[in-house]
């Protein structure tokens, strides 16, 4: 018996059991929520190499395609095979990121690991020193009952958020002990990962294609090219935003070191760490990684981190107005208010991490919706630009 498609109690019907089953697998699964968990993170723990490999063939892909497009063409003149030039490209650009990881884990890492450790056991001494700084701050102001009840205040706050900076430092010495264990515990992921990523970015074309014709295969064509462009879309703005701010914030890095230690400002490597880390996170990344490192220097100088805060300024400011727009340009693409609310939103969920990856993720959201509002205005033949819904018949307000 032929089934007649066309027929409307027909297409009810089959709509009914697919909502049917969409119901039974959502019950199901809410009801083994935990089974259904421990499976996913099972899968994931064991999908380890392959997620590190795609994360570290994304993060060079750009060094790749940089070397294999424009630097090794010129070079070359163009006598080199296309084989040969991928080849080259991708070898150079491991040997950039080995150079630049040997001269971390020899430089950067012992030097960190020095002062946190240099803070720690000397913080008492530290604490004292601070304390008498601010009395004989205290001794040389007016005396007045109120102005001098204001300042013990302040003092008194002061004393405690040294205190809490001390507890915050303490704490903080064995989480970097058991990052180092955990980071060698995951070295084999690692070396995995590695291997996989060089891989996947000699077969990347190939392996595209692959997932282009199963999906043409599959789906309708117009949904496949739908799709397509939503991932164009989604991966120039990653690569954009990702290579663009770790670029950024190592030479923020680089910067702040090279000027604390030109003005002789104590603990240069480990504040440079901070600032650079921390500079990943937009808007709030600077206030996160300038308030730590104030007070270390703080707590080594006192008269230094007064230089130190307007040092930081200076270098945010050059970095929000000159470096960053030079190096990230518009690959974000959405206005600041929902780059905060992005930060927001993610760090609210998923912490650090979240802050970092949520702005390009809601910029593909965003993106997205766009795209999707411009089409459906386009089909009732009104205005896609903003402007034109500013008027006062469309206001809101």
Not at 341 to 359: K, N
Request: include cysteine.
């Amino acid at each position: 018996m032929k089934i007649d498609w066309n027929r409307k109690y027909t297409t009810i019907a089959v709509y009914a059991v697919l909502v049917v089953i969409a119901s039974l697998i959502c019950y199901n699964v809410l009801h083994n929520f935990i089974a259904y968990k421990a499976a996913f993170q099972q899968l994931i723990a064991i999908l380890l190499p392959v997620i590190y490999g795609f994360s570290i063939a994304f993060v060079l892909n750009p060094v790749v395609r940089f070397f294999e497009k424009k630097a090794l063409p010129k070079i070359s003149r163009g006598k080199l095979s296309p084989k040969w030039n991928k080849g080259i490209a991708v070898l150079l650009t491991y040997l950039a990121a080995f150079l630049v990881i040997a001269v971390f884990l020899s430089v950067v890492i012992p030097q960190v690991t020095t002062s946190l450790a240099g803070i720690v056991s000397n913080l008492s001494e530290y604490l004292v020193r601070v304390t008498a700084w601010i009395n004989h701050l205290f001794e040389m102001l007016p005396q007045e009952k109120l102005f001098q009840e204001t300042l013990k205040k302040i003092s008194e706050s002061a004393q405690a958020i040294l205190e809490a900076f001390y507890g915050w430092l303490s704490a903080s010495l064995p989480l970097v002990i058991n990052a180092t264990k955990n980071l060698t515990t995951g070295l084999t992921n690692s070396i995995l990962g590695l291997i996989i990523s060089i891989y996947f970015l000699f077969g990347k074309e190939r392996f595209f294609a692959q997932i282009k014709k199963a999906l043409y295969a599959l789906l309708p064509e117009d949904f496949v090219r739908r799709m397509v462009d939503v991932t164009h879309t989604s991966s120039r703005i990653f690569s954009g935003f990702i290579s663009g701010k770790l670029l950024d914030s190592l030479i923020i890095g680089i910067l702040c070191f090279l000027g604390m230690s030109l003005l002789g400002m104590p603990m240069a490597m480990l504040v440079s760490v901070i600032i650079g880390v921390t500079n990943i996170i937009p808007y709030f990344g600077p206030i996160i990684g300038a308030v730590p490192s104030a007070l270390i220097v703080f707590l080594i100088d006192p008269i230094k981190a007064l230089w130190f805060v307007i040092f930081v300024i200076c270098l945010q400011q050059f970095d929000g107005n000159i470096l960053g727009p030079r190096i990230l340009g518009d690959s974000i693409g959405m206005p600041a208010f929902w780059v905060i609310f992005s930060i927001l939103l993610f760090g609210g969920y998923f912490g650090v991490l979240g802050m970092f990856v949520g702005v390009p993720t809601f910029a593909v959201i965003y993106s997205i919706f766009k795209l999707w509002t411009e089409r459906r205005l386009e089909r009732k033949n009104l205005p896609t630009d903003t402007k034109s819904y500013a008027s006062k018949e469309h206001s809101l307000l």
